[in-house]
């Protein structure tokens, strides 16, 4: 049984929509900058999401009418099909694929989207496949497009051990909506996938990938959101 996928991440999924709700990762204000952001960008829009888990998000920052495609892909076959159904509003214009984020957008057409969006994803790559997301991002976004990414990303001049023991510190300490089992499989979570950036190095990876201005749309601890233009 606790070998079982379903299992698996039906347990980490439920601890995960806990960590939404309690706004323990600052979804709520991260998502509102986001939302603030596009609701100024006419539409249709062709999106590509990656990384999109179930796609709850993407439903809370673009509506429909402002979607002319929706491309999400992820590694998780469970995700995409809780995304399938949440993006039904979305209709006939949504392609899901189970698949590696980086592969994907290798794959992606030249010149086709206006709008990449990652949403606590990128932390799981490492540098090089960072390097490669922000060129492979510039070379198919159209002109004026934008890469938006939300993720964690560590303080200038904090190291990652660093980072791990002050964000599991914060887990221990203020995360008191999570069981202290929950905790321990966040805290697991980070120490194994969290491989956060600072800004800084974002925006060389970004600005050496042809991306020429950058915008951070909100901070929260160590939860930022920033976009990047073509
Ligand atoms: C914390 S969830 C975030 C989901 C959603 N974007 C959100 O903001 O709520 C991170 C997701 O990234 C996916 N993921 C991690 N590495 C990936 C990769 N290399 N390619 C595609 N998806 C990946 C995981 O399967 C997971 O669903």
Redesign the pocket.
């Known amino acids: 049984m606790k070998n079982d996928p379903v299992y698996i991440f039906r347990k980490t999924w439920a601890t995960?929509q806990k960590v939404i709700s309690n706004n323990l990762m600052f979804h709520r204000e991260i998502l509102t900058a986001v939302r603030t952001l596009l609701e100024s960008q006419k539409g249709p829009l062709n999106v590509l999401d990656?990384?999109?888990?179930d796609a709850?998000?993407i439903g809370k920052i673009l509506n429909p009418g402002q979607v002319a495609e929706y491309c999400g892909?992820?590694?998780?076959p469970y995700?995409l099909d809780v995304a399938r159904h949440n993006l039904e509003p979305f209709g006939a214009r949504v392609n899901l694929l189970c698949r590696?984020?980086?592969a994907v957008l290798g794959e992606a057409p030249e010149n086709h989207f206006d709008l990449i969006y990652s949403?606590?994803?990128l932390h799981?790559?490492s540098i090089e496949k960072k390097q490669t997301f922000f060129t492979e991002c510039r070379r198919t976004l159209r002109k004026n497009g934008q890469v938006i990414i939300?993720d964690v990303m560590r303080e200038e001049g904090e190291a990652r051990p660093a980072y791990l023991d002050s964000y599991n510190k914060a887990v221990a300490t203020q995360w008191e909506a999570l069981t202290p089992d929950e905790q321990d499989q966040v805290q697991e979570h980070i120490r194994n996938c969290d491989f956060p950036e600072t800004p800084t190095l974002f925006r060389m990876l970004a600005s050496k990938a042809g991306l020429t201005s950058s915008r951070r749309l909100e901070k929260q601890t160590w939860h930022e959101a920033w976009s990047f233009t073509a």
């Open positions: 995960y990656l990384g999109c888990g709850t998000h892909c992820d590694l998780s995700a590696d984020m980086v949403g606590y994803a799981h790559l939300v």
